[in-house]
């Protein structure tokens, strides 16, 4: 009896000891958003700016739920701009130098060519804010489910199986129509 109650101990502190590791903790980055168009020959790019408030996982340095960040950017251009279709993307680090190194080569990459306007975007016309971390649950699709099932859930294929039919009129296939 006592061997399953140290058992049972042991499983249950492991985890919770598991489940610790694998959250994020709040800490403050440095970071600046870049947003760009492929129909557009205008990309912005914001000042580097300490979100104070930020969640970290501290075993891989990751931004937690980085996508909010981009966002962001992308709700204050389509607002604020009317800028549609806006690609954006978020660089951050808890370094400020480290990321100032990011920003200058970001700007000169798109600084060089002729063909993109880098506008830039200072911290009193944009500012990140940060987000409240929520813990989510992934979800799998499993090996054995059929993939009449994933497809009409909208779920991509493995690339192992084929799409039924020919490809539509105009699609992706090489030379004339068929």
Do not use: H
Request: net charge neutral; proline share 5%; glycine share 8%.
């Amino acid at each position: 009896m006592t061997m399953r109650r140290l058992s049972l101990a042991l499983a249950l502190s492991l985890g919770l000891a598991r489940a610790w590791a694998a959250s994020p903790v709040l800490t403050g980055v440095y970071m600046f958003g870049f947003a760009a168009s492929f129909t557009d020959s205008v990309a912005y790019i914001t000042d580097i700016q300490m979100v104070d408030s930020a969640y970290v996982y501290k075993k891989t340095g990751f931004l937690a739920d980085r996508t909010l960040y981009a966002s962001q950017l992308s709700s204050w251009l389509l607002t604020n701009l009317q800028r549609e279709n806006m690609t954006c993307v978020v660089f951050f680090s808890p370094k400020r130098a480290s990321l100032e190194k990011q920003l200058a080569r970001v700007k000169k990459k798109y600084q060089t060519g002729q063909a993109v306007v880098l506008t830039p975007l200072t911290s009193d016309t944009f500012r990140f804010t940060g987000e409240e971390w929520i813990e989510s649950f992934e979800v799998q699709t499993s090996a054995e489910e059929p993939k009449e099932k994933r497809k009409m859930e909208g779920l991509p294929f493995d690339g192992s199986e084929q799409p039924d039919g020919p490809p539509a009129a105009g699609g992706f296939g090489m030379g004339g129509p068929q």
